[in-house]
């Protein structure tokens, strides 16, 4: 590593890059405690007071420490890495969330994870989250199958997000429902409440606690691979289906939900967002008749994919066991039952992903960060 400090910037070439500073940039990043609450590692200052023509007036690094000092007095000793690795965009956004592994029915040995007594600070929960941001799922094997249980379990990773169904919902057989899901019919593929402002939930979870019918296999569907596939092969498509903004509306004898979304919604800067699919609830307004052609034709195409074998996986829930899925990128759905032969029972909740983000960073900088500096 080299460095090169002029009065405003300070250049740093690293494994054939070169990085230049702002000395403003480094300025309200400067570690210790005069500047940073030993407590909260907050910053004690307002950075928007620093002077403008803020300058560098010594920088070296000792010890594989960036040394600086600044002409308004302030000095200190930046962990070099740290300050590289905002430069990465990619590390920046997703930190130690693991990058996405797109999959399709190829997929042949599920994500899994065996339940541990108090797992929410094991390095168990660190691989269960890790394969559930890969794969957006994981199924969690021999969690008691006792009633609620399973909010004990989530509650250990975050506060379980309360909706107007509670903070769970039982799936099962029901005399008049206020939702399909309380059949016994087959649910087709589907992303759950996309109705819900401002978004749908994020996590859901379903704990089977009897499953004693010969149907009602559960089937997931990997949305964006989907998405992908499309974005190859049909661009046409691909471009109505990000671009067509539709209503999503939910109604019991209390309460109509509503929001709007595109069935793949991408972020600014063109990636994967969320997928919204919900044929039971969803509304196209009358946009221009050449458009609404040719949405049909690319929601006919999304929804044989979203049913085809060559992306879903079906597999049967056993007690005990909790899927954990992604909504905003996987869909779920179940085959038929028949509800004569015995009962069906799954428990479900829904969660945020700051929960889920903010757990995976915690036990990364425990297991990963902290491991190694503990190691030496
Ligand atoms: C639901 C649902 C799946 C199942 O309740 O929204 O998708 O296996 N249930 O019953
Ligand atoms: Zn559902």
New binding site residues.
Partial sequence: MKIQFSSDSLKVTHQNNDYELHPIWLRERLPGYDYVDKDTNQRLYEPSSIKLDLQITTAKILEEKLDIEFNDGAKGKYNIQDLLTEFDNDKNKRGPLPKRLLWNSDLKVFPSVEFEENMAEKKSMYRLLEDFYKYGFVIIKNVPAKNQYLLKFVRSIGPVKVTNFGEY?D?MSKPKPN?L??KPIA?PP?T?NPYRKPAAPGI?F?HCLKNEVSG?Y?TLVDGFAVAEYIKINYPEAFESLTKTNLRYQFQDKDIILENWGELIELDKEGDYKQVRYSTRVDYVPPIDRKKLTNFYKARKLLGDLYSSSDFEIKFK?KTGDVMMFDNHRLL???TAYDANEGA?H?Q?CYLDFDSTDGKLRHLYKKYVQDGFKNFG
């Fill in positions: 919902f799936v939702d899901a309380y649910l589907h759950d859901q379903l009602g559960s829930l779920h759905g179940r069906r799954l479900g």
